[in-house]
């Protein structure tokens, strides 16, 4: 927890906003863990011009850290300090169709395309619908899964640089990657346009039903964690490599590793963000000794002990 005198005097060095601060916001409420420790400062814009306007004037010495739905993170126990920005306003929520273009704000969930392909009748994002948390998040790490990737599907993202300014950014200049992307540190993306097709409701709800109904028996679910743990080593599989070096039963506190896909990290309930790293580096160790792999993590992790 950090002081709160302190986090008030941050505030008093922050621009006026229309949008909202919340000191030492507890960042369990904000990720699918539930575990760590607070944002010091919790910055919730809310618009575009409210952001630039922000970003322009703050501080340039303070750290700055844009969190997307919480479903791939985990922030440390002692919390992540300087200023927290969660696009989370309905500005940031809204979504235009334009030909066979879809722009969608950073801040809807991705399970909210669902409703908009099928009202729409349009396809092309089904697989991305399925993967949790928010579109903008999804960019960052180039989401994918069932032979698609986001870089597959984007034109462009709409960014606010770290002087405020507003910048449109081709797919081509993001160096996408497998679960991962090039971009500096304070931009921040707040909208993206995706290539889609037109599709029949039925068949849209057909492909979403089966990869639900795949999710449900392959991984687990209703259960506090972040989803893949490690990336897949080329021409590998992380849960393969976990079970064959005899990691798919460890705990650390009240960390475990998932029955039923032991590429998934559990919070039992009672555990701390330490237990659940400390399980992670566990793994890695016991794995690299066992196979001469060093797995890499795909969650990513923020934040101070």
């Not at 990720?31 to 919790?42: D, N, Q, R």
């Amino acid at each position: 927890m950090f002081k709160k005198n302190f986090a008030r005097n941050i505030v008093e060095l922050l621009p006026e906003v229309r949008g909202k601060y919340k000191i030492n916001e507890p960042m369990k409420k904000h990720t699918w863990f539930a575990v760590g420790g607070p944002a010091e400062v919790m910055f919730i814009p809310a618009d575009l011009n409210d952001l630039s306007r922000f970003m322009e004037k703050r501080p340039h010495n303070l750290p700055i850290y844009i969190l997307g739905g919480g479903s791939n993170l985990l922030v440390r126990d002692g919390g992540i300090p300087g200023i927290v920005i969660k696009l989370d306003s309905p500005a940031f929520k809204q979504y235009s169709l334009n030909e066979n273009k879809l722009t969608c704000g950073c801040g809807m969930h991705n399970i909210d395309l669902q409703k908009i392909m099928i009202k729409n009748k349009i396809g092309g994002l089904e697989f991305l619908s399925s993967i949790p948390g928010t579109i903008g998040g999804s960019v960052k790490t180039n989401a994918g899964c069932y032979g698609k990737e986001v870089k597959d599907v984007i034109i462009n993202v709409q960014v606010v640089n770290g002087e405020g300014g507003i910048n449109t950014i081709p797919v081509s200049d993001l160096s996408l990657s497998y679960r991962s992307s090039f971009f500096p540190e304070d931009w921040i993306i707040t909208a993206i346009t995706f290539r889609i097709s037109p599709a029949a409701p039925e068949n849209i709800i057909k492909t979403i039903n089966e990869q639900k109904n795949k999710r449900l028996k392959s991984q687990p679910h209703n259960v506090k964690t972040a989803g893949s743990t490690f990336k897949n080593p080329e021409g590998l599989k992380a849960w393969e490599l976990i079970k064959k070096s005899g990691c798919d039963k460890m705990t650390v506190g009240g960390a475990k590793v998932s029955e039923v896909h032991c590429n998934f990290l559990i919070n039992d309930g009672n555990a701390t963000a330490a237990d659940i790293e400390t399980l992670g580096e566990n793994i890695i160790r016991e794995v690299r000794s066992k196979t001469a792999v060093t797995l890499e993590w795909e969650i990513k992790r923020v934040g101070i002990n």
